[in-house]
């Protein structure tokens, strides 16, 4: 049968930039192995799947697959996903463009605003767990990267339902550089069981952006995600949690993608009590038909 389809770009407001993420907006009856092989097939980083809701404070349910696994949870695939229920009218916010998704990791609030043509889509970042990476594996962590992180800011495993390790490297230039070993890597995260592993260093100039950030999933079947949203939010819980942002609370912009020739920009906004907020701009670059 034929199934609505469409690959939405987020975090950016021009096709074929940012991160695209597959949506198959029908996807009632489809079976775990068949939601899996369509998302190896995309061979995108996230392929999601619309379903109906399974309890009434949820707008519609989200089962989100990288090509080799399901996540609980995941920013960019929550992003378009929301662009793309709200665009086809399968969805109607409520109040103040608000959606409720569900998914593995349960309820999580999506805000829509439209500003002059461009659609900004925010969510709520779940709760973050936090532990210290052991000094074992930081050490071969800087085997994997072929630098050294920032010790002082302790690297840790980030958990918000996609469990990224999150490492400072001391300034933006580090991060471009990065050559892993993904092999290692990979087999790195299946030991810790992460899903992936997340770097960010300061930019010292250019457009708003304060951080240049870089996430690596190779385990998951992802190389390099081009701009990834679960990432940065645990780059920013990280953040807060060292003290590297102000204690009132702060707003910034963090840039991904450059070395896959993307150009993400992620909002990131983190409130006086550390709670998180990401967003940015979300596109449709196709929309078509999956014969299922």
């Known amino acids: 049968m034929k199934r609505s389809y469409q690959v939405v770009d987020v975090f950016t407001n021009r096709p074929l ?67 793309a229920v709200a665009e086809t009218g399968r969805v109607i916010p409520r109040g103040s463009g608000r959606l409720i998704q569900q998914c593995g990791i349960g309820l999580v609030e999506v805000t829509i605003e439209e500003r002059g043509g461009d659609r900004q889509l925010t969510f709520d970042l779940p709760p973050a767990k936090l532990e210290p990476l052991h000094a074992a594996d930081v050490a071969e962590l800087e085997l994997i990267l072929g630098c050294k992180v920032d010790r002082k800011t302790t690297p840790a495993i980030v958990n918000v339902g996609a469990i990224w390790m999150v490492v400072h490297l001391n300034d933006a230039a580090s991060v471009l550089n990065l050559r892993p070993d ?25 457009d708003r952006a304060a951080i240049e950030v870089r996430t690596f999933a190779p385990s998951c079947g992802v190389a390099e995600d081009p701009v990834c949203g679960s990432g940065n939010g645990s780059v920013a819980a990280f953040q807060w949690q060292r003290g590297l942002l102000p204690p009132g609370g702060t707003d910034y912009v963090a840039a991904q993608g450059r070395c896959v020739g993307r150009d993400g920009r992620v909002k990131v906004s983190v409130d006086a009590n550390g709670n ?8 449709t670059s196709v929309e078509g038909s999956l014969m299922l």
């Open 17 to 83: 930039l940012g991160n695209p993420v597959a949506v198959v907006l029908d996807a009632e009856g489809l079976t775990t192995d068949a939601m899996q092989a369509v998302a190896n097939w995309t061979n995108l980083s996230e392929t999601t799947f619309v379903l109906p809701p399974t309890t009434a404070e949820a707008d519609y349910r989200l089962r989100i697959f990288t090509p080799r696994n399901e996540l609980p949870f995941a920013g960019h695939p929550t992003l378009g996903s929301a662009h």
């Open 182 to 206: 993904f092999v290692r890597l990979a087999n790195l995260e299946r030991r810790l069981g992460v899903t992936g592993l997340t770097v960010f260093g300061t930019r010292e100039h250019g």
């Open 276 to 283: 998180v907020r990401v967003g940015g701009s979300c596109v």
